[in-house]
């Protein structure tokens, strides 16, 4: 269990002073450029220091001004990925992930150097010198490397923001991945609506440095009494799945979902079995109660409503189909006018030109 609870002046227009709980899951730090939410993740992790405050982690009191106690941050563990890789250019990439490794013994350093890499899927990288590797793989490695000392907290500071959109979902799969196998929690910052439905399983808004909700990413995101997110421009639907099938007349290619189901979108010039990744914008899902036909868009798919989250004049309705969860953004009229509820059924209708596709990379195949 991490608890913070700190206050600190940052400059004359800009005081962050945030107290908040999180346990063993993915916790979003949400909000807009300017807000404080580099400066919270750098109060924990011990880079700065709050004014006054308490910060305790796994029961373990980390600061806490009150009674002197400021424990330095290699101390603190806690690792840390940032938008920069901050790679050590001189080592390789074995070398690079190791290296908070040096006091074990060199049979557990070699197992867990080996564990980390497997997880993060740079196994095959290690030899590779950091000038060698594309953006996605060195943000990879950075992440084994904060991982292989075995950290208590894992922060990151918008990791993902300079990489295109497959690397993107490959690192934002890596976390999920990361996080179950370590039970470790994981504090995300981003400002991106689309990251933090997809990513946190609980959301902290700052605005002007302070708290001013937290909860699911949906439920605070989508709650009208905060203007600034009236609107969830930008949610969207990554799928990751295989090309099973091109059209004879080369116009569309079917791609089966992992743990879903297929998806027809525009032609990709890519063999059977090629991993791929599909984004669906939620204003491009459309939801009907029951199947329709004779209309020009290529997907109709079934499934479950998970929950409809109403605000101002309109709705995010999390729907259901496997293991997938899909986000529909409809007006408030039109979802009430469905008379849509959780547990019910409905068919989602998808254009297949409103399917943007992109290879997937190497580590997802």
């Known amino acids: 269990m991490l608890e913070v609870q700190v206050t600190r002046r940052v400059h004359h227009g800009l005081a962050v002073d945030a107290t908040i709980s999180l346990d063993g899951e993915i916790g979003v730090v949400f909000g ?5 939410k580099s400066t919270l993740l750098r109060l924990i992790a011990g880079l700065t220091r709050p004014d006054v405050g308490r910060i305790a982690l796994g ?8 009674r002197g106690v400021d424990v330095r941050l290699r101390h603190r563990r806690i690792g840390m990925i940032f938008q920069d890789d901050l790679l050590f ?33 740079v196994e095959h990288l290690l030899d590779r010198w950091p000038s060698t590797l594309s953006g996605g793989e060195r943000q990879r490695v950075g992440l084994a490397r904060a991982l292989a000392p075995r950290p208590r907290l894992l922060l990151c500071d918008e990791p993902v923001s300079a990489l295109d959109l497959p690397n993107r979902h490959a690192l934002l799969e890596g976390l999920r991945r990361v996080q179950k196998a370590e039970r470790l929690p994981v504090l995300y910052v ?9 990513l946190g399983t609980r959301l902290f808004l700052i605005e002007h440095g302070r708290l001013v909700a937290e909860g699911s990413p949906l439920d605070v995101l989508a709650n009208s009494r905060h203007a ?39 032609h990709v010039d890519h063999p059977l079995g090629t991993a791929m990744i599909a984004e669906i914008r939620g204003d491009d899902v459309l939801l009907s ?14 499934g479950v409503v998970e929950a409809v989250v109403p605000h101002g004049h309109e709705a995010e309705i999390v729907v259901r189909t496997g293991n997938l969860r899909w ?39």
């Open 89 to 121: 250019p001189h080592l390789r990439v074995g070398a690079n992930i190791g290296f908070g490794l040096n006091h074990e013994a060199r049979d557990r350093r070699a197992s867990r150097l080996a564990e980390v890499a497997a997880l993060c899927g």
């Open 289 to 302: 109660l029951e199947p329709v036909t004779g209309v020009s868009a290529r997907n109709l798919i079934e």
């Open 228 to 266: 600034g997110f009236l609107h969830l421009e930008g949610v969207r639907n990554v799928f990751l799945g295989r090309v099973a099938e091109h059209a004879a007349d080369q116009g569309s290619t079917r791609l089966e979902l992992t743990g879903g189901p297929s998806l027809i979108v525009p």
């Open 59 to 66: 029961g373990d009191v980390l600061f806490d001004s009150s």
């Open 190 to 198: 981003t400002h991106s609506p689309a990251e933090a439905i997809a």
């Open 327 to 365: 986000l529909a953004s409809t007006v408030g009229p039109a979802s009430g006018l469905l008379a849509l509820s959780a547990g019910q059924t409905v068919y989602m209708i998808i254009k297949a030109r409103s399917c943007r596709v992109a290879l997937a990379t190497p580590d997802r195949v």
């Open 32 to 36: 807009p450029s300017g807000s404080g």
